[in-house]
């Protein structure tokens, strides 16, 4: 019987193993080794990683959690969990069984992209999902928003603090006249034509092509991608969902189902970033840690 299984290897289930090891609990995480920022070739802003690339991380990481012995990291994906009792029975693809008193969700996000021509091969070299990562390396470029919906004002807006020259395309999508006007004090172009397709060299933009034959120059950007859980296990374990289609967590990372917790992207609590996501498998660990050693004070 595991103290704890926790799902998934990137920042969130690595920092939260590594904190159960330093409790000395029995723990494995299990990883599929599919990260959210695995296109990209380096990590930014967070404080003494800065720049390292999304491997060389991982690897860091990885040997931090290593020096603890009650904890092991296996490479392989989960495909059931299940409540059995105050239990859980844990199902890996490999078809072995592991039976924990808690489990431990962080399998973070998995990005759906427009289904704008070219896009898969500018995503993670030169158009990206988030300015607090990826803006510093495109500041003062001619740069691009794609966003399809509301959310092009506020990405707009938000990008223009890297680059003076910024244009939002919405493909289609028709931007109430207010939002272009306060666009526009802050020269934030809105183009709503449809989009024929993006033109890149090695996986930088230089161009995007508008249905109507226009062809506008950009050599960077951010799209606004559409972001799913990447596993159904907190849906069928009967987690409580939030508004925006995260897990429903406490301060400590306690889902709404007794023994199952959740950290990282997976909670969608806080702006998808690693230091953000390491932080909340930090204290979920916490929570895991301090409910166990409760449990023991009072059992019956
Ligand atoms: C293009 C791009 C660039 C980014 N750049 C940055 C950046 O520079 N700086 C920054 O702070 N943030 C960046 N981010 C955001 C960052 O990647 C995420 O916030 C972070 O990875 C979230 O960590 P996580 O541990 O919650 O999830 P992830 O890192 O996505 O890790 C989840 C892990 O769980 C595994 N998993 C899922 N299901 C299963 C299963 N059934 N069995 C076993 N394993 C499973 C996955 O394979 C994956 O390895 C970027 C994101 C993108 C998309």
Redesign the pocket.
Known sequence: MLDCVI????????NAALVMGRAGRQTIL????????R??Q?????ITQDGVS?SEFKKRARMDVEKYPSVSIQE????TVEKAGDVFRVQTKGGRDYMAKKVLL????R?ILPGIAGIQNV??TSV???P???GWEMRDRALAVFAEGERAFHMGKLLSNWSRDVMVFTNGYRMPDGERAVLSRQQVAVVEERIEGLDSKEGKLTAVRLKNGRDIQREAGIVM?GLVQ??P?AEQLGCEATANGGIKVDSLGRTTVEGVYA????SLSGP???????A??SKAAAGVIMDLVEAAFFLP
Not at 7 to 14: D, F, T, Y
Not at 30 to 37: A, C, L, T, V
Not at 106 to 109: D, N
Not at 272 to 278: C, E, F, K, S, Y
């Open positions: 799902i998934g290897g990137g920042p969130a289930g690595l299990f990883d599929e080794g599919k990260p959210r920022n296109v990209t380096e990590s930014h802003g967070f999304p392989q994906r989960v495909e962080a399998t973070g996000l990005d995503y993670g990206f999902s988030c607090f990562c990826d991608t990447s596993a296990f950290c990282g992207d997976a998808p970033q690693l230091v953000i996501a390491a909340e498998g």
